[in-house]
T-cell receptor, first 114, second 113 residues
Framework: DTGVSQDPRHKITKRGQNVTFRCDPI?????LYWYRQTLGQGPEFLTY????????KSRLLSDRFSAERPKGSFSTLEIQRTEQGDSAMYLC????????????FGPGTRLLVL | TQLLEQSPQFLSIQEGENLTVYCNSS?????LQWYRQEPGEGPVLLVT?????EVKKLKRLTFQFGDARKDSSLHITAAQPGDTGLYLC?????????????FGKGTKLSVIP
């Protein structure tokens, strides 16, 4: 049973650099979500896909953030011109449409912007 | 914006004690999920509750969804050091095409041997 995987697990970058994170959902899941979690807070929703369609992106934090899911399988989240305030844990989750819509989370990518 | 408030924020208890943590909102959720999160890891699903008044048990953990589907509680019996972690509740928003989860800030539980 393969769960949600994320790569890399940790990323250290300098302010102003671009970073890209990858998420591989549970194979039969057609919905994929991105969340951000800062210290002492619960995860905060960013965006979600159903298959390859990005159905909600108004919660992306700024136009520096973008996400793709080109073939309806894995997804990438890109942050351009990183800022120190972008330092956080970026979490990916997936679910199967219909039923309980339970979301299963990956281990996250910890980003540190210096 | 729907908000979930969790209480207490921090809880430190001795092994063998019982505890209850709460998750409250003024909004109605179509379902509510409880997760446990270890430092540096993603949240791990414990349970999903859907029906108002529903009670689910997972070994020593008992979850209840309020009758009005606005609140939930998690009760742990005879806590063990392995129960230590951050407990998060998350509500699924109702609405066409909207499946995002709204999370509380969590309850950080420490069980002392």
């Amino acid at each position: 049973d393969t769960g949600v995987s994320q790569d890399p697990r940790h990323k250290i970058t300098k302010r102003g650099q671009n970073v890209t994170f990858r998420c591989d959902p549970i194979s039969e899941h057609n919905r994929l979500y991105w969340y951000r979690q800062t210290l002492g807070q619960g995860p905060e929703f960013l965006t979600y896909f159903q298959n390859e369609a990005q159905l909600e992106k108004s919660r992306l934090l700024s136009d520096r953030f973008s996400a793709e899911r080109p073939k309806g399988s894995f997804s990438t989240l890109e942050i351009q011109r990183t800022e120190q305030g972008d330092s956080a844990m970026y979490l990916c989750a997936s679910s199967l449409a219909g039923g309980l819509e339970t979301q299963y989370f990956g281990p996250g990518t910890r980003l540190l912007v210096l | 914006t729907q908000l979930l408030e969790q209480s207490p924020q921090f809880l430190s208890i001795q092994e063998g004690e019982n505890l209850t943590v709460y998750c409250n909102s003024s909004s109605v959720f179509s379902s509510l999920q409880w997760y446990r999160q270890e430092p540096g890891e993603g949240p791990v699903l414990l349970v999903t509750v859907v029906t108002g008044g529903e009670v689910k048990k997972l070994k020593r953990l008992t979850f209840q969804f309020g009758d009005a589907r606005k609140d939930s509680s998690l009760h742990i019996t005879a806590a063990q050091p392995g129960d230590t972690g951050l407990y998060l509740c998350a509500g699924a928003e109702s609405g066409a095409g909207s499946y995002q989860l709204t999370f509380g800030k969590g309850t950080k539980l420490s069980v002392i041997p």
